[in-house]
Structure formats: C-alpha cells, structure tokens
C-alpha cells in the first residue's frame, strides 16, 4: 500500500502563483511515476503533468511553460509549482503514483484562481 498526502491549495488570484505538494508514505520503493491530475466542476479528470523517476516530465499543452513538476526521490515527495495561474486553472488537483502494486490516488486539494 501507497498513501499519498496532498497540501498547498488554495484561492489566489489571476497571475498568482500557488505550489502544490503530495507526501508519499508506505511502500514507496514501488513507486515509479508521480504526476499530477485535475478535476473541475462538471469535466473528467485531466492529466496536469508527470515524472518518472528519473526525472523525465510530461505536461499537458495548457499548462506548458507555467506550470512545473518536481520530485525529491529521498523525502517521496512530489511538488507542483504553478506561475501565472488562470481561472481556468480552478479544479481539485489529485497526485498520483504509478507503482509496483498498481495506481494509488490522493484525497485532492482545491485550487480556485480568482479573475
């Protein structure tokens, strides 16, 4: 079993910035790629960005250039560091770990930009 534990949401306003983090606890030496996923009010579920452990990242085309992945292997954590954020950035931003025992997924943190 993987846990995953998200923080760093909140309300800011357009052109803010906000950084999200999600703690892994468990079997972590299973855990292959993190990423990032989001949800707003009436859409599916989105891939926001991923890395592997390697380092290697992966962005969705809306948030290329303003958005940015990160992850410290030692601490199991993941970091999602958002610049020059949109209204349309709003959702409940979920983490995700691909790994050895299957697809874990975090509670969620909600994330509102203001315009």
């Known amino acids: 079993q993987v846990q995953l534990v998200e923080s760093g949401g909140g309300l800011v306003q357009a052109g803010g910035s906000l950084r999200l983090s999600c703690a892994a606890s468990?079997?972590?030496?299973?855990?292959?790629?993190m990423g990032w996923y989001r949800q707003a009010p009436g859409k599916q579920r989105e891939l926001v960005a991923t890395i592997t452990r390697g380092g290697s990242t992966d962005y969705a085309d809306s948030v290329k250039g303003r958005l940015t992945i990160s992850r410290d292997n030692a601490k199991n954590t993941v970091y999602l560091q958002m610049n020059s954020l949109k209204p349309e950035d709003t959702a409940v931003y979920y983490c995700?770990?691909?790994?050895?025992?299957?697809?874990?997924w975090g509670q969620g943190t909600q994330v509102t930009i203001s315009s």
């Open positions: 995700n770990a691909d790994t050895l025992f299957g697809d874990y």
């Open positions: 468990g079997r972590t030496f299973g855990i292959n790629a």
